[in-house]
Protein backbone atom coordinates (compact mmCIF):
# COMPACT_ATOMS: atom_id res chain seq x y z
CA UNK A 1 0.00 0.00 0.00
CA UNK A 2 1.04 3.24 -0.09
CA UNK A 3 3.44 4.83 2.35
CA UNK A 4 1.73 8.30 4.69
CA UNK A 5 3.82 11.26 4.15
CA UNK A 6 4.43 14.25 6.37
CA UNK A 7 3.86 17.69 5.32
CA UNK A 8 0.75 19.62 4.22
CA UNK A 9 1.04 19.51 0.29
CA UNK A 10 2.87 16.17 0.04
CA UNK A 11 -0.70 14.72 2.40
CA UNK A 12 -2.73 15.91 -0.12
CA UNK A 13 -0.77 14.74 -3.03
CA UNK A 14 -1.00 11.07 -0.75
CA UNK A 15 -4.92 11.75 -0.68
CA UNK A 16 -5.50 12.56 -4.48
CA UNK A 17 -3.43 9.58 -5.48
CA UNK A 18 -5.32 7.17 -2.83
CA UNK A 19 -8.64 8.47 -4.25
CA UNK A 20 -7.42 7.42 -8.07
CA UNK A 21 -5.76 4.59 -6.72
CA UNK A 22 -8.77 3.14 -5.45
CA UNK A 23 -11.03 4.87 -7.82
CA UNK A 24 -9.02 2.63 -10.51
CA UNK A 25 -9.37 -0.58 -8.23
CA UNK A 26 -12.94 0.18 -7.86
CA UNK A 27 -12.61 0.41 -11.79
CA UNK A 28 -10.92 -2.95 -12.42
CA UNK A 29 -12.67 -4.73 -9.83
CA UNK A 30 -12.98 -8.77 -11.65
CA UNK A 31 -16.24 -8.67 -9.38
CA UNK A 32 -18.27 -5.42 -8.88
CA UNK A 33 -18.75 -3.23 -11.73
CA UNK A 34 -20.80 -0.66 -9.43
CA UNK A 35 -21.00 -1.70 -5.66
CA UNK A 36 -22.74 1.30 -4.66
CA UNK A 37 -25.73 -0.09 -6.20
CA UNK A 38 -26.14 -2.78 -4.04
CA UNK A 39 -26.85 0.16 -1.34
CA UNK A 40 -30.28 -0.41 0.55
CA UNK A 41 -30.15 3.77 -0.07
CA UNK A 42 -30.29 3.54 -4.00
CA UNK A 43 -33.32 3.72 -5.39
CA UNK A 44 -32.58 1.69 -8.79
CA UNK A 45 -34.38 3.09 -11.71
CA UNK A 46 -36.48 0.10 -12.23
CA UNK A 47 -38.63 -1.82 -9.86
CA UNK A 48 -39.41 -5.58 -10.72
CA UNK A 49 -42.72 -6.51 -9.34
CA UNK A 50 -43.83 -3.08 -8.02
CA UNK A 51 -44.96 -1.18 -11.48
CA UNK A 52 -48.62 -2.05 -10.24
CA UNK A 53 -48.38 -0.28 -6.83
CA UNK A 54 -46.51 2.69 -8.34
CA UNK A 55 -48.93 2.96 -11.01
CA UNK A 56 -51.72 2.65 -8.51
CA UNK A 57 -50.42 5.64 -6.27
CA UNK A 58 -49.45 7.75 -9.60
CA UNK A 59 -53.34 6.71 -10.47
CA UNK A 60 -54.58 8.25 -6.85
CA UNK A 61 -52.78 11.49 -7.54
CA UNK A 62 -53.61 11.61 -11.07
CA UNK A 63 -55.31 15.11 -12.20
CA UNK A 64 -53.55 17.05 -9.48
CA UNK A 65 -50.77 18.19 -12.46
CA UNK A 66 -53.58 19.17 -14.51
CA UNK A 67 -55.84 21.33 -12.87
CA UNK A 68 -53.73 21.36 -9.20
CA UNK A 69 -56.00 24.00 -7.56
CA UNK A 70 -59.38 21.80 -8.41
CA UNK A 71 -57.77 18.40 -6.51
CA UNK A 72 -57.95 17.18 -3.19
CA UNK A 73 -55.86 16.76 -0.27
CA UNK A 74 -55.26 12.97 -1.04
CA UNK A 75 -54.21 11.09 2.16
CA UNK A 76 -52.59 7.30 1.28
CA UNK A 77 -51.42 4.66 3.80
CA UNK A 78 -48.73 2.12 2.57
CA UNK A 79 -48.47 -0.81 5.03
CA UNK A 80 -46.02 -3.85 4.49
CA UNK A 81 -43.34 -5.80 6.11
CA UNK A 82 -39.67 -4.77 5.91
CA UNK A 83 -37.53 -4.85 2.89
CA UNK A 84 -40.55 -5.15 0.41
CA UNK A 85 -40.24 -1.85 -1.73
CA UNK A 86 -42.52 0.61 0.13
CA UNK A 87 -39.75 3.23 0.58
CA UNK A 88 -38.48 3.16 -2.57
CA UNK A 89 -41.91 2.37 -4.78
CA UNK A 90 -43.10 5.64 -2.82
CA UNK A 91 -40.46 7.54 -3.73
CA UNK A 92 -40.60 6.47 -7.69
CA UNK A 93 -44.16 7.16 -7.81
CA UNK A 94 -43.67 10.56 -6.66
CA UNK A 95 -40.29 11.32 -8.76
CA UNK A 96 -42.64 10.40 -11.49
CA UNK A 97 -45.38 12.73 -10.78
CA UNK A 98 -42.97 15.66 -10.66
CA UNK A 99 -41.71 14.86 -13.89
CA UNK A 100 -45.80 14.83 -14.59
CA UNK A 101 -46.13 18.26 -12.92
CA UNK A 102 -42.77 19.62 -14.75
CA UNK A 103 -44.22 18.36 -18.40
CA UNK A 104 -47.50 20.71 -17.30
CA UNK A 105 -45.14 23.40 -16.27
CA UNK A 106 -46.05 22.78 -12.42
CA UNK A 107 -43.34 22.41 -9.60
CA UNK A 108 -44.18 19.67 -7.54
CA UNK A 109 -41.78 19.11 -4.35
CA UNK A 110 -41.55 15.93 -2.68
CA UNK A 111 -41.21 16.25 1.38
CA UNK A 112 -39.74 12.65 2.63
CA UNK A 113 -39.25 12.41 6.33
CA UNK A 114 -37.94 9.08 7.63
CA UNK A 115 -39.55 9.34 11.17
CA UNK A 116 -37.35 6.58 12.48
CA UNK A 117 -34.06 8.56 11.57
CA UNK A 118 -35.30 12.68 12.09
CA UNK A 119 -38.22 11.74 14.68
CA UNK A 120 -38.73 13.39 17.38
CA UNK A 121 -41.74 15.68 18.53
CA UNK A 122 -44.28 17.52 16.15
CA UNK A 123 -42.51 20.63 15.94
CA UNK A 124 -38.95 19.09 15.40
CA UNK A 125 -40.86 17.34 12.56
CA UNK A 126 -42.66 20.37 10.96
CA UNK A 127 -39.44 21.81 11.00
CA UNK A 128 -37.76 19.76 8.85
CA UNK A 129 -40.57 19.73 6.66
CA UNK A 130 -40.32 23.38 6.32
CA UNK A 131 -37.24 22.98 5.71
CA UNK A 132 -37.45 20.03 2.65
CA UNK A 133 -40.07 22.17 1.30
CA UNK A 134 -38.66 25.71 1.89
CA UNK A 135 -35.12 25.83 3.16
CA UNK A 136 -35.05 29.85 3.01
CA UNK A 137 -38.12 30.47 5.56
CA UNK A 138 -37.21 30.99 9.71
CA UNK A 139 -38.89 28.19 11.67
CA UNK A 140 -37.41 29.65 15.03
CA UNK A 141 -40.12 30.90 17.08
CA UNK A 142 -43.12 29.36 15.56
CA UNK A 143 -45.52 27.32 17.35
CA UNK A 144 -45.63 23.99 15.37
CA UNK A 145 -49.20 25.18 14.14
CA UNK A 146 -48.06 28.43 12.69
CA UNK A 147 -45.26 26.79 11.19
CA UNK A 148 -48.07 24.92 9.32
CA UNK A 149 -49.76 27.83 8.41
CA UNK A 150 -46.64 29.19 7.11
CA UNK A 151 -45.52 26.99 4.67
CA UNK A 152 -49.35 27.03 3.70
CA UNK A 153 -49.59 30.06 2.85
CA UNK A 154 -45.54 30.32 1.22
CA UNK A 155 -46.52 27.53 -1.07
CA UNK A 156 -49.36 29.56 -2.22
CA UNK A 157 -47.66 32.36 -2.89
CA UNK A 158 -44.72 30.89 -4.57
CA UNK A 159 -46.83 28.40 -6.51
CA UNK A 160 -45.25 25.33 -5.36
CA UNK A 161 -47.18 21.96 -4.88
CA UNK A 162 -46.22 19.35 -2.48
CA UNK A 163 -46.11 15.91 -2.02
CA UNK A 164 -45.16 15.39 2.24
CA UNK A 165 -44.07 11.26 2.83
CA UNK A 166 -44.16 10.23 6.01
CA UNK A 167 -42.23 7.03 6.80
CA UNK A 168 -42.14 4.55 9.43
CA UNK A 169 -44.75 6.50 10.74
CA UNK A 170 -46.03 2.69 13.17
CA UNK A 171 -42.61 3.75 14.87
CA UNK A 172 -42.83 7.18 16.03
CA UNK A 173 -46.41 6.80 16.94
CA UNK A 174 -45.70 3.44 19.13
CA UNK A 175 -42.64 5.65 20.98
CA UNK A 176 -44.23 9.02 20.98
CA UNK A 177 -47.39 9.57 23.18
CA UNK A 178 -47.99 12.98 21.79
CA UNK A 179 -46.66 12.39 18.39
CA UNK A 180 -50.90 11.54 17.28
CA UNK A 181 -51.49 14.81 16.26
CA UNK A 182 -49.25 14.77 13.80
CA UNK A 183 -51.79 12.69 11.61
CA UNK A 184 -54.77 14.99 12.68
CA UNK A 185 -53.00 17.58 11.67
CA UNK A 186 -51.90 16.18 8.44
CA UNK A 187 -54.73 14.70 7.16
CA UNK A 188 -56.41 18.11 7.60
CA UNK A 189 -54.02 20.38 6.03
CA UNK A 190 -56.71 21.32 3.42
CA UNK A 191 -59.24 22.81 6.65
CA UNK A 192 -56.57 25.38 7.80
CA UNK A 193 -57.83 27.77 5.38
CA UNK A 194 -60.95 26.06 4.02
CA UNK A 195 -61.70 29.04 1.70
CA UNK A 196 -58.07 28.56 -0.11
CA UNK A 197 -56.90 26.61 -2.27
CA UNK A 198 -54.37 23.82 -0.60
CA UNK A 199 -50.72 22.92 -2.48
CA UNK A 200 -50.38 19.99 -0.39
CA UNK A 201 -51.35 17.60 -2.88
CA UNK A 202 -50.72 14.10 -1.27
CA UNK A 203 -50.12 13.44 1.99
CA UNK A 204 -48.59 9.64 2.42
CA UNK A 205 -47.77 7.22 5.33
CA UNK A 206 -45.39 4.39 5.38
CA UNK A 207 -45.77 1.70 7.87
CA UNK A 208 -45.12 -2.07 8.79
CA UNK A 209 -48.17 -2.80 9.97
CA UNK A 210 -51.72 -1.70 10.85
CA UNK A 211 -50.91 -2.02 15.24
CA UNK A 212 -50.77 1.59 15.28
CA UNK A 213 -54.21 2.27 14.53
CA UNK A 214 -54.77 1.08 18.21
CA UNK A 215 -53.05 3.88 19.33
CA UNK A 216 -54.95 7.04 17.16
CA UNK A 217 -58.14 8.67 18.37
CA UNK A 218 -61.26 8.30 16.24
CA UNK A 219 -61.00 11.51 14.32
CA UNK A 220 -57.40 10.37 13.31
CA UNK A 221 -58.81 7.41 12.35
CA UNK A 222 -61.07 8.73 10.46
CA UNK A 223 -59.29 11.20 8.35
CA UNK A 224 -56.24 8.38 7.87
CA UNK A 225 -58.80 6.70 6.37
CA UNK A 226 -58.89 2.60 6.98
CA UNK A 227 -57.92 1.31 3.37
CA UNK A 228 -54.32 1.16 3.21
CA UNK A 229 -52.50 0.10 0.31
CA UNK A 230 -51.32 -3.31 1.52
CA UNK A 231 -47.66 -4.83 -0.07
CA UNK A 232 -47.36 -8.81 -0.43
CA UNK A 233 -44.22 -10.06 0.33
CA UNK A 234 -42.42 -11.16 -2.40
CA UNK A 235 -42.17 -15.21 -3.73
CA UNK A 236 -39.07 -16.32 -4.68
CA UNK A 237 -39.63 -16.05 -8.63
CA UNK A 238 -39.90 -12.39 -7.96
CA UNK A 239 -36.98 -11.87 -5.85
CA UNK A 240 -34.84 -13.68 -8.21
CA UNK A 241 -36.43 -11.09 -10.57
CA UNK A 242 -35.45 -8.42 -8.31
CA UNK A 243 -32.10 -9.66 -7.72
CA UNK A 244 -30.96 -10.52 -11.32
CA UNK A 245 -31.87 -6.79 -12.26
CA UNK A 246 -29.59 -5.27 -9.61
CA UNK A 247 -26.93 -7.79 -10.10
CA UNK A 248 -27.04 -6.14 -13.51
CA UNK A 249 -26.35 -3.24 -12.28
CA UNK A 250 -23.56 -3.70 -9.66
CA UNK A 251 -21.81 -7.17 -10.68
CA UNK A 252 -19.91 -8.11 -13.95
CA UNK A 253 -21.77 -10.47 -16.09
CA UNK A 254 -19.37 -13.26 -15.66
CA UNK A 255 -19.06 -12.83 -11.08
CA UNK A 256 -23.16 -14.06 -10.78
CA UNK A 257 -24.57 -17.04 -12.40
CA UNK A 258 -27.91 -18.05 -12.10
CA UNK A 259 -26.76 -20.51 -8.88
CA UNK A 260 -26.03 -17.52 -7.00
CA UNK A 261 -29.54 -15.65 -7.44
CA UNK A 262 -31.34 -18.93 -6.98
CA UNK A 263 -29.05 -19.62 -3.66
CA UNK A 264 -29.78 -16.04 -2.21
CA UNK A 265 -33.52 -16.02 -3.43
CA UNK A 266 -34.01 -19.43 -1.67
CA UNK A 267 -32.44 -17.51 1.78
CA UNK A 268 -34.31 -14.68 1.18
CA UNK A 269 -37.69 -16.16 1.04
CA UNK A 270 -37.15 -18.41 4.00
CA UNK A 271 -39.62 -17.58 6.86
CA UNK A 272 -36.48 -15.87 9.21
CA UNK A 273 -35.75 -13.52 6.47
CA UNK A 274 -39.28 -13.09 5.13
CA UNK A 275 -38.18 -11.54 1.85
CA UNK A 276 -36.34 -8.50 2.96
CA UNK A 277 -34.59 -7.47 -0.46
CA UNK A 278 -32.28 -5.55 2.11
CA UNK A 279 -30.91 -8.64 3.38
CA UNK A 280 -30.99 -9.79 -0.27
CA UNK A 281 -28.24 -7.18 -1.22
CA UNK A 282 -26.14 -7.22 1.78
CA UNK A 283 -25.50 -11.06 1.33
CA UNK A 284 -24.91 -10.33 -2.47
CA UNK A 285 -22.48 -7.43 -1.47
CA UNK A 286 -20.58 -9.18 1.58
CA UNK A 287 -20.34 -12.74 -0.65
CA UNK A 288 -18.75 -10.61 -3.58
CA UNK A 289 -16.31 -8.84 -1.05
CA UNK A 290 -15.28 -12.73 -0.27
CA UNK A 291 -15.10 -13.33 -3.75
CA UNK A 292 -12.71 -10.29 -4.52
CA UNK A 293 -10.47 -10.76 -1.44
CA UNK A 294 -10.18 -14.37 -2.36
CA UNK A 295 -9.46 -13.93 -5.74
CA UNK A 296 -12.10 -16.96 -6.97
CA UNK A 297 -12.87 -14.76 -10.25
CA UNK A 298 -16.31 -15.19 -9.40
CA UNK A 299 -19.16 -15.14 -6.54
CA UNK A 300 -19.60 -18.91 -5.50
CA UNK A 301 -22.49 -20.55 -3.29
CA UNK A 302 -20.49 -20.94 -1.06
CA UNK A 303 -19.61 -17.67 -0.28
CA UNK A 304 -23.33 -16.76 -0.01
CA UNK A 305 -23.55 -19.23 2.97
CA UNK A 306 -20.83 -17.89 4.27
CA UNK A 307 -21.82 -15.07 4.90
CA UNK A 308 -25.66 -16.44 5.27
CA UNK A 309 -24.40 -18.85 7.63
CA UNK A 310 -22.50 -15.86 9.87
CA UNK A 311 -25.68 -14.25 9.83
CA UNK A 312 -28.13 -17.27 10.22
CA UNK A 313 -26.04 -20.51 11.44
CA UNK A 314 -28.45 -23.36 10.58
CA UNK A 315 -26.21 -25.61 12.34
CA UNK A 316 -24.34 -24.51 15.23
CA UNK A 317 -21.87 -26.70 17.02
CA UNK A 318 -24.12 -28.04 19.74
CA UNK A 319 -26.46 -29.11 16.90
CA UNK A 320 -23.20 -31.51 15.61
CA UNK A 321 -23.39 -32.66 19.15
CA UNK A 322 -26.42 -34.06 19.04
CA UNK A 323 -25.92 -36.23 15.63
CA UNK A 324 -24.99 -39.69 15.78
CA UNK A 325 -21.64 -40.44 13.92
CA UNK A 326 -23.36 -41.68 10.83
CA UNK A 327 -25.57 -38.79 10.49
CA UNK A 328 -21.96 -37.16 10.77
CA UNK A 329 -20.23 -39.04 8.38
CA UNK A 330 -23.19 -38.81 5.77
CA UNK A 331 -23.09 -34.80 6.09
CA UNK A 332 -19.59 -34.66 5.02
CA UNK A 333 -20.46 -37.36 2.25
CA UNK A 334 -22.75 -34.57 1.11
CA UNK A 335 -20.52 -31.46 1.52
CA UNK A 336 -17.55 -33.03 -0.33
CA UNK A 337 -20.05 -34.55 -3.12
CA UNK A 338 -20.96 -30.75 -3.55
CA UNK A 339 -17.45 -29.22 -3.16
CA UNK A 340 -16.52 -31.86 -5.84
CA UNK A 341 -19.44 -31.31 -7.95
CA UNK A 342 -19.58 -27.30 -6.94
CA UNK A 343 -23.35 -27.41 -7.23
CA UNK A 344 -25.83 -26.05 -4.64
CA UNK A 345 -27.60 -29.81 -5.28
CA UNK A 346 -26.06 -33.10 -5.89
CA UNK A 347 -27.55 -36.81 -6.64
CA UNK A 348 -27.87 -39.31 -3.79
CA UNK A 349 -25.27 -41.57 -6.28
CA UNK A 350 -22.92 -39.28 -5.84
CA UNK A 351 -23.22 -39.44 -2.40
CA UNK A 352 -22.83 -42.61 -1.56
CA UNK A 353 -19.46 -42.66 -3.86
CA UNK A 354 -18.03 -40.05 -1.16
CA UNK A 355 -19.46 -42.06 1.47
CA UNK A 356 -17.91 -44.80 0.21
CA UNK A 357 -14.26 -43.19 -0.48
CA UNK A 358 -14.70 -41.90 3.10
CA UNK A 359 -15.09 -45.44 4.62
CA UNK A 360 -11.91 -46.27 3.27
CA UNK A 361 -10.48 -43.10 4.87
CA UNK A 362 -11.81 -43.65 8.56
CA UNK A 363 -11.23 -47.25 8.09
CA UNK A 364 -14.85 -48.49 8.93
CA UNK A 365 -17.29 -50.75 6.79
CA UNK A 366 -19.65 -49.28 4.30
CA UNK A 367 -22.07 -46.41 5.47
CA UNK A 368 -25.60 -46.97 4.49
CA UNK A 369 -26.19 -42.86 3.72
CA UNK A 370 -30.16 -43.41 2.78
CA UNK A 371 -30.76 -44.54 6.34
CA UNK A 372 -29.91 -41.35 7.44
CA UNK A 373 -30.95 -38.46 5.32
CA UNK A 374 -34.64 -38.45 6.45
CA UNK A 375 -33.29 -37.64 9.73
CA UNK A 376 -31.00 -34.67 8.51
CA UNK A 377 -34.20 -33.19 6.11
CA UNK A 378 -36.56 -33.52 9.47
CA UNK A 379 -33.82 -31.94 11.47
CA UNK A 380 -33.76 -28.78 8.56
CA UNK A 381 -30.00 -29.56 8.50
CA UNK A 382 -30.08 -30.38 4.77
CA UNK A 383 -32.50 -29.87 2.16
CA UNK A 384 -33.95 -32.64 0.04
CA UNK A 385 -36.07 -31.85 -2.63
CA UNK A 386 -35.90 -35.12 -4.51
CA UNK A 387 -33.09 -38.16 -4.04
CA UNK A 388 -31.50 -36.32 -7.17
CA UNK A 389 -31.37 -33.46 -5.39
CA UNK A 390 -29.90 -33.38 -1.96
CA UNK A 391 -28.16 -29.97 -1.02
CA UNK A 392 -27.23 -28.05 2.53
CA UNK A 393 -28.98 -25.18 4.16
CA UNK A 394 -27.08 -22.07 4.55
CA UNK A 395 -23.70 -22.55 6.19
CA UNK A 396 -20.66 -22.54 4.86
CA UNK A 397 -19.80 -25.53 3.63
CA UNK A 398 -15.99 -25.10 4.15
CA UNK A 399 -16.23 -24.21 7.58
CA UNK A 400 -19.00 -27.24 8.27
CA UNK A 401 -16.66 -30.34 7.25
CA UNK A 402 -13.41 -29.43 9.61
CA UNK A 403 -16.07 -28.95 12.21
CA UNK A 404 -17.64 -32.27 11.51
CA UNK A 405 -14.50 -33.93 10.83
CA UNK A 406 -13.01 -32.95 14.23
CA UNK A 407 -16.43 -34.44 16.16
CA UNK A 408 -15.62 -37.86 14.37
CA UNK A 409 -12.13 -37.61 15.75
CA UNK A 410 -12.79 -36.65 18.97
CA UNK A 411 -15.58 -39.57 19.76
CA UNK A 412 -13.10 -41.92 17.67
CA UNK A 413 -10.45 -41.02 19.11
CA UNK A 414 -7.99 -41.29 15.47
CA UNK A 415 -7.67 -39.14 12.90
CA UNK A 416 -8.82 -40.06 9.34
CA UNK A 417 -6.00 -40.50 6.54
CA UNK A 418 -6.80 -37.50 5.04
CA UNK A 419 -5.90 -35.42 8.51
CA UNK A 420 -2.62 -37.47 8.06
CA UNK A 421 -2.33 -39.54 10.74
CA UNK A 422 -3.93 -42.54 9.55
CA UNK A 423 -4.54 -44.60 13.33
CA UNK A 424 -6.78 -47.65 13.58
CA UNK A 425 -10.24 -46.90 14.27
CA UNK A 426 -13.51 -49.46 14.23
N1 LIG B 1 -38.98 -4.51 -6.62
C1 LIG B 1 -37.74 -4.13 -6.32
N2 LIG B 1 -36.80 -3.96 -7.28
C2 LIG B 1 -35.54 -3.59 -6.98
N3 LIG B 1 -35.11 -3.32 -5.73
C3 LIG B 1 -36.01 -3.47 -4.73
C4 LIG B 1 -37.35 -3.88 -4.97
N4 LIG B 1 -37.98 -3.96 -3.77
C5 LIG B 1 -37.09 -3.61 -2.84
N5 LIG B 1 -35.91 -3.30 -3.41
C6 LIG B 1 -34.69 -2.87 -2.72
O1 LIG B 1 -34.68 -3.42 -1.44
C7 LIG B 1 -34.23 -2.49 -0.47
C8 LIG B 1 -35.32 -2.28 0.56
O2 LIG B 1 -36.42 -1.65 -0.06
P1 LIG B 1 -37.26 -0.51 0.67
O3 LIG B 1 -36.33 0.34 1.47
O4 LIG B 1 -38.08 0.18 -0.34
O5 LIG B 1 -38.13 -1.42 1.63
P2 LIG B 1 -39.23 -1.02 2.70
O6 LIG B 1 -40.42 -1.86 2.40
O7 LIG B 1 -39.40 0.44 2.74
O8 LIG B 1 -38.55 -1.58 4.04
P3 LIG B 1 -38.64 -1.01 5.56
O9 LIG B 1 -39.98 -1.36 6.09
O10 LIG B 1 -37.55 -1.75 6.27
O11 LIG B 1 -38.39 0.46 5.49
C9 LIG B 1 -33.89 -1.22 -1.25
O12 LIG B 1 -32.52 -1.23 -1.55
C10 LIG B 1 -34.69 -1.36 -2.51
O13 LIG B 1 -34.09 -0.68 -3.58
MG1 LIG C 1 -38.84 1.86 4.15
Same mark, same amino acid.
Given at each position: ????????????????????????????????????? %????? /??? !? =? #??????? $? *????? &??????????????????????????????????????????????????????????????????? %????? /??? !? =? #??????? $? *????? &????????????????????????????????????????????????????????????????????????????? #???????????????????????????????????????????????????????????????????????????????????????????????????????????????????????????????????????????????????????????????????????????????????????????????????????
Amino acid at each position: MLKKPKGINALIVYILIRSIFLTVMEFSSPIFRDRSK %LSPRY /VPA !E =L #PHREKQV $E *EIRYA &LKGSYFKPDEFPLTVLQIIGSAGIGKTSTVLKSSKLLEDEFANNRLKLVTAYVNLKLHGGNKYAIYR %LLLER /VAP !E =L #PAQGMSA $E *EMLRY &LLRHLRDKKIYVIIILDEIDYLIKISKDSGGIIYDLTRLNEFDPDKPCNVKGVIFIARSTDFYSRLDPAELSTLGRV #PMKFTTYSINQVSDILVSRCSEAFNAIAIGSDIIDEVSKFTTSPSVNGDIRYALDLLLYAGNLAESGGTGRVLADQVRKVHGQIHPSISSLDVEELSRNQILTLIAIIRALKTKRRQYVDLKEIRLHASLLAEEFKIKKLDVEDHLDDLNIKNIIEMRSLKEIGIHSISLNELEPLLQGQIERRNGHKSTRGGSGENGN
